[in-house]
């Protein structure tokens, strides 16, 4: 074996080691839902920067060795996608410890600046899949407008991915519901797609964190997240099966 072949085992060694670290938190809720945050920033801290060393490594190999073997080749290849499915997993485990230190702070402002504000920020992965966003006349009402942002790119991001052969359609909608119905006032929101859909058993699951219902792209916090900011708001959401995609829907007092 040359010096570079075992260079790249060795890389690939450490990153294999890397990822059955992370994968642990894989298995759909094995991390907990009131999971402690200096656990998570630990593991971050833990795992983030000799992950990205030994992707950046192997970068490093493959554009300045020329004439590399095959068997060269393949191990840098397995180096490039271990990295990146371990740095995809803790970039959701950053984004979801982030989210866990976010404080409620409700307003009165009109939900379409919400949608609005999110299809701005997916503008293109919008326009990539040649998906159709569908939202009408939204209430105004009373919430953090920040967190609901947040909400709907998560939702919409999540019907982008889990698409059908089909151009995506995703409709938003929401209502208010008369306090004489359900107590309190309440918003209504749902979010439709004609996605591949979803099992009637993995709609308790999916909310849990590094949860998927898959195996496409993605690393099971967005709906984890969704769940957090519907629980911020003194709300529930849940997931609805349909004949062709799914809903989503969250409800919030007001």
């Known amino acids: ?35 402690d945050l200096d ?9 983030i920067g000799p992950v990205s060393r030994v992707r950046m490594l192997g970068e490093l190999i493959e554009r300045r060795a020329t004439g590399l073997e095959p068997e060269i080749q393949v191990l840098l290849g397995h180096i490039k996608t271990s990295t990146a499915s371990a740095e995809n997993v803790l970039e959701a485990l950053r984004r979801y410890a982030e989210a866990l230190n976010w404080s409620c702070r409700p307003a009165p402002f009109d939900l379409d600046l919400a949608v ?31 967190q609901m942002t947040a909400l709907f790119e998560e939702l919409i991001a999540n019907a982008l991915r889990f698409r059908s052969e089909d ?20 918003c209504v929101i749902s979010v439709t797609d004609n996605g591949i859909g979803l099992n009637d058993s993995a709609t308790g699951r999916i909310f849990k964190p590094l949860a998927r219902a898959s195996d496409r792209s993605g690393a099971g916090m967005g709906l984890a997240i969704c769940r ?19 809903e989503f829907r969250l409800w919030i007092p007001q």
């Open 167 to 186: 151009p995506p359609r995703i409709e938003v909608a929401a209502q208010l519901t008369p306090e004489e119905l359900t107590e309190q006032g309440a």
């Open 228 to 246: 957090h900011i519907a629980e911020l708001h003194r709300g529930e959401i849940s997931a609805i099966p349909r004949p062709r995609g799914a």
């Open 39 to 47: 656990f998570l920033h630990a593991l971050l801290h833990d795992l």
């Open 116 to 146: 609005k504000s999110a299809l701005t920020r997916l503008n293109r992965p919008i326009a990539d899949s040649g998906a159709h966003v569908i939202y009408g006349a939204l209430p105004n009402v009373h919430a953090d407008m920040v």
């Open 1 to 35: 074996m040359t010096l570079l072949q075992s260079a790249a085992g060795k890389l690939l060694d450490r990153v294999s080691a890397m990822c059955v670290r992370v994968s642990k938190f894989e298995a759909g809720g094995d991390l907990p839902h009131n999971v």
